[in-house]
């Protein structure tokens, strides 16, 4: 009865769906407090105290007839304008309420933007590891999916390798950073490299290769580093943002797209997404949590919670034996697995109540993700636990 | 630089725009109250007061992380329980929380369930008039539409000739009762017949027939008409529903689809149907809005302000000499233009600031839709101009 398509994401959905209620069983079982659950990308920190306060505000002083009405479909002028005066003090960026459309997320975002540019069987440039989700989206427009392979020393991206695979036929790139799963930040050498090849290729093909910036951790850094911005790098940039973890909304959807105007046919681009914003289904991103985010334009959560989580497991995976590299931003640990096949290793965690996801499900098989937005406690409970793990890998 | 699918939809688009630039600018010339008008579907009657207290009771009451967070992409278990038990409660019928996916308001019910079901090529019927964006959803994936001419007599659907275009590659249906543009609610005798022919024709080929049912309007009725619900009369039915009408939450992006277990692969279906709400990029519907329609599940706008807006404005074009059925549910008059081009009569009536949408734009020309959830002042204010622009038209 269903689509041949989604026959597809039903059977590879299976592995996740189990792993879930593998999760909700154990739970059950042993009790919460015996389960250390690092399978999740769901920000534990809640959303900061403002956001609770503009939710209140907003309903008590907006006319309900406009804060819950329709307006345009890429937002209320007022928010994309408060938030582009926000990124341009930030980032020196000369963005107008133009250049943004509010977005049901960045899974929308990215859906929005690639039915703007892809036609069927275009190309768009994956850099391994990464979320399979990209695959998802491609395919939702008959694009093609081209993979780099991962440069397992430094998880910056490869760059000879992608330099290989862009084509006359290439229409996007997909990068992300801070990024899932490594918690690696692209480094702004990396970013003038991956621009300066993106413009040799444009010129030597006469083609137009749109860079795509998906960036829902751009907030979430640590030990000062800075998260270059792109579109102050090479023109053809798209960003795609989401409040999902910056303010713990991800339920909310609420996020959006900067098409600069320095971008390659931006107005018409603008125009297309604006359009196409709507007939995917989303018509307008929440309208509600605009006027909120509108409000906490730079408020932020806790993110110092994050990053004791993240040393702590990172100093305590370590000292287990486990190999890593420490991440600069988001909430994710990218282990490498003490055997070649990480699903095995997946496996004998679970023995011990420990849900970790292997790297096979961001296309970087040998590594496992471990999500450190999680209680503190779970933490410093489960680093003994990997310790007996890790006895049976010696 | 876009993609040549929505290069067609930027062409398509301008004339709208055109349209609504057109009112900004009447209005900035001749003042808000000097212009009528009665193009938008935008409910004007606001919210219920329980849906301002059920967004302050929800964020002080639930914990941030639970109330912003990710669920199931389907929805909160809790909010679609009590949703399916006040439509059984309502309508007898027997759903549980597995049978509805919350989703981002109706529009992108629409889209995942056809994503769910279209492969390409296949035929997906619609009963003129109808809401051209039906087109730009089967069009995201490739499906087919087949339209089926209006029987201008009543605006029931056209039985005979629908019967006509159901062949062996027909994979859906979609009704909209009460309906857009018309106002018109198909009576119970259309439907067992509509139903009948679907029974018929699903022996005839081998094949499964899913009706669509779209009904963001199943509130809005008048005079104490009942709007039969199809689940009840075809196996096969999927419901969408949104909020944006009944509870004036268009903006909030709040809605459900119902896969009822009869459906034939029903199990399958939701399943898919849950990955379709992830990958299309809504990923699930927003969590608040989730949360705020559990606790209004029975709570409607004041219909009673549409209703006198709808006998005001029938009673008053009726004595201007235009011709229309009466509507019994919706916010719309679907009047018979004077002259059979009705762009034309659209122009005359810009020229006295009245702003009505040309039939054209529901795939029936002839006839131009007004929409009345407006000021009742406008009503009253715009009658006598009415009257002098019918002047033009004898």
Known sequence: MISEKMKYFVQNNSALRVMFEEGARLRAKYGADKVYDFSLGNPNVPAPEEVKQAIIDVVNEEDPVVLHGYMNNAGFEDVRQTIAESLNRRFGTAFQFRNLIMTVGAASGLNVILKTILNPGEEVIVFA?????????????????????????????????????????????????????????YSEETI???????????????????????????????????VPFLTKY???????????????????????????????????????????????????????????IARCVDARSDIAYYDRNRTTLYEGLKKCGLECIKPQGAFYLFVKSPVPDEKRFCEAA???NILIVPGSSFACPGYVRLSYCVAYETIVNALPVFGELMKEFR
Chains 1, 2 share one sequence.
Do not use: C, W
């Open 234 to 292: 090479y023109a053809n940039t798209v960003v795609a943002y989401s409040y999902s973890k910056s303010l713990s909304l991800p339920g909310e959807r609420i996020g959006y797209l900067v098409i600069p105007d320095e971008a390659d046919g931006s107005e018409e681009m603008i125009t297309a997404a604006g359009i196409a914003n709507r007939i995917t289904g989303s018509v307008n991103a929440p309208s509600l949590q605009q006027k909120v």
């Open 350 to 352: 679970q023995k011990h």
């Open 129 to 185: 590891p990464y979320f399979l989700e990209y695959g998802s989206y491609i395919n939702n427009f008959d694009g093609k999916l081209v993979e780099v392979p991962p440069d397992t020393a430094t998880f910056q991206p490869n760059l000879e390798e992608f330099e290989k695979r862009i084509t006359a036929n290439t229409k996007a790139v997909i990068v992300n950073t801070p990024h899932n799963p490594t918690g690696v930040v």
């Open 192 to 226: 003038k490299r991956l621009a300066a090849i993106l413009e040799a290729k444009q010129k030597e093909f006469g083609s137009v290769i749109y860079l795509i910036s998906d960036e829902p951790y751009r907030e979430l850094v640590y030990d000062g580093v800075k």
